[in-house]
């Protein structure tokens, strides 16, 4: 019966059993953080400061600024809806966390439920994105393109963060203890006024990527409380370049348990076809090459006006609007560069479409799905 | 009795270091892949953290935590299908010759030659006997992981042993 005996069985990796316990360990932390949330009261915010004394500069300003934060988070255990109106510099169909600097004024609408698994909808003209508390779905009508993730994914950009209250302690916290973020605050007769000033994170050997988001920016968050509610009463986001800062994102109206249509709220288009992004790809001919030698692939195959044996790596793509890019003629690649916090590559390329004209950008690539796929993440 | 008090992540660790290869190989002979297996023990283990109130009740730790790890083998094939077993000349070129990767690629190759020895079996029968060849477990612990009679567990075995003998796939004595 030796047939049936492995000759050899696994180990279990070296690192497995330091996973779990760090696993259980930042879980821990986590849960320390929502039941102190639900039983916030001044006292628990003193003890949270004496927990984390080096998250902020110690100065009693930031210790204010952590009681204000502490206190909202209270106020906000009890709110059931959140609609945030604002305006952000970028364009209409772009990914939420893009700035662009020389887009328009766009108005979204992020609304939140708040339950024991919160939702939101964040929509702008030219794209939507919904977690209805199991699924996330983001969806471009004018491209064709539906996507969808089980849980929660990065549809959203940072909104969730920077918009809702009982994400900001924490998220705050995690800025300061990362990057040494700066508090101010200052108050009027009806208003408390925090700021909050951070240096851009991510790697710029290659400044590409710089101040294509806030996070990639030197940036500051203004936060402006009402000084009786404690609860936010207007958000502006500014980030710096050309010398000075520039407000690329302001809250035009923030309301707080509004009446929401549920049916609304969760609509989303009929008769598209999803594309579920939770199942892993699978292509033999995207993986173990070079950025490079995968955009080589993709632009040949676009040439060819044949991507059959590449077509995962336009996984999220509406291939009938992909068709406008055939027959194109590749006319040089250059070397592949990382930039910023994007976790995939930048690969340069110039090409001729099929009408005479010619184009030259960056084609971002990423490989960062369980089979280590190259696929094209945005525009060509 | 399993007595997890809390903060406790020390009689954690413990049970990690007892069990950890036994089902990281249990989980690899289910699924073919040393990452997903990776995955599904630290989920199990994970979850068997998170639900300390009901494991007061759990009298051996062995068995619950073969079953979970059976339970999420079982959710991650309904989920992403049958596993796809891919050519041992693919594998051996695409995987590179160090120590650690040598450890994986024999083991893929261990996986693919039991999984296409039991491939004509059905899968109630091929989990009996990997169960006892490929986990070293007896029929006793099989049932408790099956949710089935030691009975049930002994016949599907001698049905899936005959079948094998039938066609070859094995020889030598029967036994139990």
């Given at each position: 019966?030796?047939?049936?005996?492995?000759?050899?069985?696994?180990?279990?990796?070296?690192?497995?059993?330091?996973?779990?316990?760090?696993?259980?360990?930042?879980?821990r932390k986590e849960m320390k953080k929502i039941t102190l949330k639900k039983l916030l009261s001044i006292a628990a915010i003193v003890a949270i400061l004496m927990m984390l004394p080096f998250l902020f500069t110690a100065n009693n300003e930031a210790k204010a600024a952590m009681n204000l934060l502490g206190e909202s988070i209270d106020k906000s255990d009890d709110l059931k809806t959140m609609v945030v109106k604002f305006l952000m510099l970028t364009t209409p169909d772009e990914n939420f966390d893009a700035i662009r600097k020389d887009g328009t004024m766009v108005e979204h609408t992020f609304t939140i439920l708040f339950g024991s698994q919160n939702k939101w909808r964040l929509e702008k003209s030219g794209r939507t994105s919904l977690f209805d508390g199991l699924n996330s779905y983001s969806w471009l009508k004018s491209f064709e393109m539906y996507m969808m993730t089980e849980g929660i994914a990065g549809f959203f950009g940072n909104w969730e963060e920077f918009l809702d209250p009982q994400n900001i302690l924490r998220y705050e916290q995690q800025s300061a203890q990362n990057d040494?973020?700066?508090?101010?605050?200052?108050?009027?007769?009806?208003?408390?006024?925090?700021?909050?000033?951070?240096?851009a994170k991510g790697d710029f050997i290659n400044d590409y990527m710089k101040n294509s988001s806030i996070e990639t920016s030197d940036n500051r968050r203004i936060y402006t409380f009402d000084k009786e509610t404690k609860l936010i009463q207007a958000v502006q986001i500014q980030i710096f370049y050309n010398n000075k800062y520039h407000t690329?994102?302001?809250?035009?109206?923030?309301?707080?348990?509004?009446?929401?249509?549920?049916?609304?709220?969760?609509?989303?288009?009929?008769?598209?076809?999803?594309?579920?992004?939770?199942?892993?790809?699978?292509?033999?001919?995207?993986?173990?090459?070079?950025?490079?030698?995968?955009?080589?692939?993709?632009?040949?195959?676009?040439?060819?006006?044949?991507?059959?044996?590449?077509?995962?790596?336009?996984?999220?793509?509406d291939k009938k609007w992909l068709k406008q890019f055939?027959?194109?003629?590749?006319?040089?690649?250059?070397?592949?560069?990382?930039?910023?916090l994007y976790v995939g590559e930048f690969v340069p390329y110039k090409i001729k479409f099929a009408n005479g004209e010619t184009a030259e950008g960056n084609i971002a690539l990423r490989n960062d799905n369980q089979n280590k796929i190259w696929t094209v993440d945005g525009g060509l | 009795m399993l007595k997890l008090k809390k903060n406790k992540i020390n009689e954690l660790e413990s049970i990690i270091e007892e069990y950890q290869d036994q089902l990281f190989s249990f989980a690899f002979f289910r699924v073919g892949s040393y990452h997903i297996a990776q995955d599904i023990v630290q989920d199990?283990?994970?979850?068997?953290?998170?639900?300390?109130?009901?494991?007061?009740?759990?009298?051996?730790?062995?068995?619950?935590?073969?079953?979970?790890?059976?339970?999420?083998?079982?959710?991650?094939?309904?989920?992403?299908?049958?596993i796809k077993i891919e050519n041992i000349e693919f594998i051996n070129s695409n995987i590179?010759?160090?120590?650690?990767?040598?450890?994986?690629?024999?083991?893929?190759?261990?996986?693919?030659?039991?999984?296409?020895?039991?491939?004509?079996?059905?899968?109630?029968?091929?989990?009996?006997?990997?169960?006892?060849?490929?986990?070293?477990?007896?029929?006793?612990?099989?049932?408790?992981?099956l949710n089935v009679s030691v009975n049930t567990v002994k016949s599907r075995y001698r049905y899936g042993i005959d079948k094998l003998k039938q066609n070859n796939k094995i020889k030598g004595e029967y036994y139990e």
């Amino acid at each position: 019966m030796n047939e049936i005996i492995p000759k050899i069985k696994p180990s279990a990796p070296l690192l497995l059993k330091q996973n779990i316990i760090n696993k259980i360990k930042m879980e821990r932390k986590e849960m320390k953080k929502i039941t102190l949330k639900k039983l916030l009261s001044i006292a628990a915010i003193v003890a949270i400061l004496m927990m984390l004394p080096f998250l902020f500069t110690a100065n009693n300003e930031a210790k204010a600024a952590m009681n204000l934060l502490g206190e909202s988070i209270d106020k906000s255990d009890d709110l059931k809806t959140m609609v945030v109106k604002f305006l952000m510099l970028t364009t209409p169909d772009e990914n939420f966390d893009a700035i662009r600097k020389d887009g328009t004024m766009v108005e979204h609408t992020f609304t939140i439920l708040f339950g024991s698994q919160n939702k939101w909808r964040l929509e702008k003209s030219g794209r939507t994105s919904l977690f209805d508390g199991l699924n996330s779905y983001s969806w471009l009508k004018s491209f064709e393109m539906y996507m969808m993730t089980e849980g929660i994914a990065g549809f959203f950009g940072n909104w969730e963060e920077f918009l809702d209250p009982q994400n900001i302690l924490r998220y705050e916290q995690q800025s300061a203890q990362n990057d040494g973020s700066e508090i101010t605050m200052t108050e009027t007769d009806k208003q408390i006024i925090l700021t909050v000033q951070s240096k851009a994170k991510g790697d710029f050997i290659n400044d590409y990527m710089k101040n294509s988001s806030i996070e990639t920016s030197d940036n500051r968050r203004i936060y402006t409380f009402d000084k009786e509610t404690k609860l936010i009463q207007a958000v502006q986001i500014q980030i710096f370049y050309n010398n000075k800062y520039h407000t690329v994102l302001e809250s035009t109206s923030i309301e707080y348990n509004v009446s929401i249509n549920i049916n609304k709220f969760l609509e989303r288009p009929t008769n598209a076809e999803w594309t579920n992004l939770s199942i892993p790809i699978q292509n033999q001919a995207l993986t173990g090459i070079t950025s490079k030698e995968a955009a080589n692939l993709i632009f040949t195959a676009l040439a060819n006006k044949n991507i059959e044996h590449v077509k995962e790596a336009f996984i999220s793509w509406d291939k009938k609007w992909l068709k406008q890019f055939y027959g194109l003629k590749l006319i040089k690649l250059g070397d592949p560069f990382k930039s910023g916090l994007y976790v995939g590559e930048f690969v340069p390329y110039k090409i001729k479409f099929a009408n005479g004209e010619t184009a030259e950008g960056n084609i971002a690539l990423r490989n960062d799905n369980q089979n280590k796929i190259w696929t094209v993440d945005g525009g060509l | 009795m399993l007595k997890l008090k809390k903060n406790k992540i020390n009689e954690l660790e413990s049970i990690i270091e007892e069990y950890q290869d036994q089902l990281f190989s249990f989980a690899f002979f289910r699924v073919g892949s040393y990452h997903i297996a990776q995955d599904i023990v630290q989920d199990v283990f994970l979850k068997f953290f998170q639900n300390k109130k009901k494991l007061r009740s759990v009298k051996n730790i062995k068995t619950y935590l073969m079953k979970s790890i059976s339970n999420a083998c079982v959710d991650y094939k309904r989920k992403y299908g049958k596993i796809k077993i891919e050519n041992i000349e693919f594998i051996n070129s695409n995987i590179a010759d160090d120590e650690k990767n040598n450890e994986e690629k024999m083991c893929i190759v261990e996986f693919i030659r039991i999984e296409d020895l039991l491939s004509e079996l059905p899968a109630e029968q091929a989990e009996v006997i990997k169960l006892k060849f490929v986990d070293g477990l007896n029929f006793v612990e099989s049932a408790g992981i099956l949710n089935v009679s030691v009975n049930t567990v002994k016949s599907r075995y001698r049905y899936g042993i005959d079948k094998l003998k039938q066609n070859n796939k094995i020889k030598g004595e029967y036994y139990e």
